[in-house]
């Protein structure tokens, strides 16, 4: 069975910093895109960031450049997402999404593994 499991949300003041894991069990190679997504109140499910399955090509949203910068550690089935300098309307449930095609470069949301999500939360 495939699990993801976020960690690292929590609340944070504008300008600040957080770091999101995704741990991956239940899948026997390492060699398949990730990605983040986010989910505000009220609104759409988007995508944040993805990074292909070598993790040589990354790929953001234009509301994250330069400020979120995804990676992976794939010995450790692992992908982190580095939030810097965030704003109120960075807030959101954020997931983690695992393509299920080896060798992807990025992630096809519906056709992916998904977390249960953590909360991120941006003060004024």
């Known amino acids: 069975q495939v699990q993801l499991v976020e960690s690292g949300g929590g609340l944070v003041q504008a300008g600040g910093s957080v770091r999101l894991s995704c741990l991956v069990s239940?899948?026997?190679?390492?060699?398949?895109?990730m990605g983040w997504f986010r989910q505000a109140p009220g609104k759409e499910r988007e995508s944040v960031a993805s990074i292909s399955w070598s993790g040589g090509s990354q790929s953001y949203a234009d509301s994250v450049k330069g400020r979120f910068t995804i990676s992976r550690n794939s010995s450790k089935n692992t992908v982190y997402l580095q939030l810097n300098s965030l704003r109120t309307d960075d807030t959101a449930v954020y997931y983690c999404?695992?393509?299920?095609?080896?060798?992807?470069?990025?992630?096809?949301?519906?056709?992916?593994?998904w977390g249960q999500g953590t909360q991120v939360t941006v003060s004024s």
């Open positions: 239940g899948r026997t190679s390492s060699r398949y895109a």
């Open positions: 999404a695992a393509d299920r095609s080896i060798l992807s470069v990025a992630v096809n949301s519906a056709l992916a593994d």
